[in-house]
Structures are given as C-alpha cells and as structure tokens.
C-alpha cells in the first residue's frame, strides 16, 4: 500500500516531510511509481491529465490546495473520494495577505511609494477603516476568517457566495440575484472564490464597473480589487482597462491566468498594481504532510473524510 505524490514542483520536499513523519509510509514520487497496483492514495497538485487514472486501486485524492481546479481539469479523474487542504496555518496566510491588501489600499500606500521612488514628501487624505466597504467574494473558510480580521480594523463588511450566508457583522449576499446589491455598496472586492464553470471570467469590466456605486468616502479614489482565488476568475485586459479608464483605482493580484506571470505583461508596470507570485497562502510541507496523514489515517480507520470536495459543485 502505498502513496504517490504528483505534479507539485516541491514534490519531493513533500516526499521528504512525509517520511519525516510517517516513516511506515511507501512513499513514491511521480514519475518512479513502481507497479502502479501498490498505489492507494495520492498527494496531488495539478498532476498530469490521465495520469491518475492510470492507478487501478487509488482510493483517496489529497489536494495540494484549499482549491481543486487543478484536479477537475482532467476528464479521466477517477472517481475516488477527493479532500482538499484546510488547514489553520493556511487560512492564517489567507487572512494575513487580504488584510494586508486592505490596509495598503485604504491607506492609498501604492501611492505613497510611488512618492518616495520620486523623494517627494506629500500629504494625502485617506479615509478610516470604518468609511471603506470591504466586500468578500467567497464566504467559506477563507472568506469568514478574513472578515473577522478585516472586522477587528474596523472595515464595514459585506460578503457574496453561492449559498446564502448569516455572518454576525456581515451584510450577506447570495447568488446571481444578490450579485449587484453587493457590488454596489463594495469598495475593496476581495475575491477567494474557488475556479469553477460558474465563477470563470467574472471578475471582468462588467463587473468592475458595477463597484462602489453608491456611497464611497470622497477620499478613496476608487474602487480596489485584490484576488486571491485563482487566475481563472479575472479577465487581465479588463482589469487594465478599467485601471485606464478610472473605473478601478488599484489591484493586487496574487493568481493570473497564465502562471508565471509573463514578462510582457503590462501588469508589472502599472504603478497600482501590487503583483504577488501565487504566494498569498503557502501550503507548508510539514502542515500539508500532517493533514494528509491524518486523511489517510482516518480513511485506514473508516472514518469521515474532512473537507471533502463536492464533484457537482466544482469545489
Ligand atoms: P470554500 O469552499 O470554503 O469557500 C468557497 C466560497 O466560494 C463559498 O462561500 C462558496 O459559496 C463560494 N462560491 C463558490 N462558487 C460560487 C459561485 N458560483 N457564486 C458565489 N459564490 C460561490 O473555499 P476556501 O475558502 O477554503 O478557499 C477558496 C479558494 O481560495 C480556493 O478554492 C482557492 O482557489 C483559493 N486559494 C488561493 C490560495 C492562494 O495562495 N492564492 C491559497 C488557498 C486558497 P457557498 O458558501 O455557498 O458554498
Ligand atoms: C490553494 C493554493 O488552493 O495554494 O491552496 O492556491
């Protein structure tokens, strides 16, 4: 019996923790699987399509990431139960990047920095905490637990998701029909929305141009957007676009529809555009190898899986 892990560049890094802390494990890495018949459980970040289907006794797939976009994408993925990360050390990242993100545009720090590149000392009004509008796209794990942070700095907040939500201290919003009430009143989109069929593309101009309506502080130039989700949810050109034309004043990007980023991207030079390289949330090899530990052990023992994905739903 025996675990394959697949298609992450740090691989063997899993490999190493995972023998780390659970010598008795048969660890193979991929490519050198040995008879694929030994193969029961996997440890997957975008693994090469058909590639798993190629293990006639697989009966778990762990996630790499919270998201599992980079699973669904294969038509022949088996169908075995699929769990994917969550973990405390993860959603603390997640929450530090969207509060970080927040902060730096509410306080107009792109800027400031701009500023200093130039040695020039030069007031700003910014508004407070309280007179921003931050609204979550997402409201699951990642999601809640950065509004309770964003809460605590004092962000109006209001959240989207599919299902409607109740969240003490958030206005909520669901689906299609909630989708423009929300932008409307939004200044700082932060989207931890998961890549599927449904949520493909929509952060794009028709959306941007739906933001803060009604009700920003005049010190706020503009609408912001920070994404962290994934790529696949953002249009660049629009989001460019939008930028020109002063319908959004700044973004942070953290995912992008081709990672890397390509270097001609006009992204990189845009002097509020913040760009992190897929890192708002790291999964660790200790933290991901003791939760897949423990998925194993609980599925050895017949016990409930954890966050375990809903194929239907994408997510
Ligand atoms: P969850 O599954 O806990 O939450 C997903 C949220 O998105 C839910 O609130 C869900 O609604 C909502 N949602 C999904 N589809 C739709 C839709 N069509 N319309 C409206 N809302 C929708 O996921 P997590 O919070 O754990 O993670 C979210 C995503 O964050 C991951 O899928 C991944 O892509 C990204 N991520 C990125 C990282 C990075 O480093 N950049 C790191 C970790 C995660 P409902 O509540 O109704 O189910
Ligand atoms: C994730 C990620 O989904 O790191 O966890 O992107």
Redesign the pocket.
């Known amino acids: 019996m025996a675990l394959l892990i697949i298609g992450s560049q740090r691989s063997q890094e899993f490999a190493a923790a995972a023998r780390e802390a659970g010598p008795d494990l048969d660890i193979r890495v991929w490519p050198e699987t040995g008879p694929v018949e030994d193969i029961r459980y996997a440890l997957a970040w975008g693994p090469p399509k058909g590639a798993l289907k190629g293990f006639p006794n697989l009966q778990l797939i762990i996630s790499v990431?919270?998201?599992?976009?980079h699973l669904m994408r294969d038509p022949d993925l088996p169908d075995v139960p699929i769990v994917?990360y969550?973990d405390p050390d993860?959603?603390g990242?997640?929450v530090g990047?969207i509060g970080l993100h927040a902060l730096l545009h509410q306080r107009r720090m792109c800027e400031f920095i701009e500023l200093k590149r130039q040695r020039i000392w030069q007031y700003r009004p910014e508004p407070a905490a309280h007179e921003v509008r931050v609204g979550l796209?997402?409201?699951?794990?990642?999601?809640?637990a950065a509004a309770k942070a964003l809460k605590a700095f004092g962000f109006q907040l209001r959240?989207?998701?599919?299902?409607?939500?109740n969240i003490e201290g958030v206005e909520c919003f669901?689906?299609?029909a909630g989708l423009d009430a929300f932008l409307a009143g939004t200044d700082i989109l932060a989207s931890?929305?998961?890549?599927?069929p449904?949520?493909k593309g929509?952060l794009n101009r028709d959306l941007i141009r739906k933001l803060s309506q009604h009700g920003r502080h005049p010190r706020l130039p503009g609408p912001v957007l920070v994404n962290?989700?994934?790529g696949g949810l953002q249009v660049e050109a629009d989001i460019l676009a939008a930028l020109e034309a002063g319908e959004l004043y700044a973004a942070s990007l953290?995912?992008f529809e081709k990672e890397p980023l390509p270097e001609t991207s006009p992204l990189w030079s845009h002097p509020r555009v913040v760009i992190t390289p897929?890192?708002?949330?790291?999964?660790t090899s200790q933290s991901i190898t003791r939760y897949m530990l423990r998925q194993i052990a609980r599925h050895q023992a017949g016990e409930a899986l954890e966050n375990l994905v809903d194929r239907a739903?994408?997510?």
């Open positions: 990431g919270a998201g599992v976009d994917r969550v993860l959603t990242r997640m990047y796209m997402g409201l699951g794990v990642m999601g809640q959240g989207w998701s599919r299902s409607q939500r669901a689906g299609a931890t929305l998961p890549l599927t449904e949520t929509i962290a989700g994934r953290d995912v897929h890192n708002a949330a790291e999964s739903r994408g997510y």
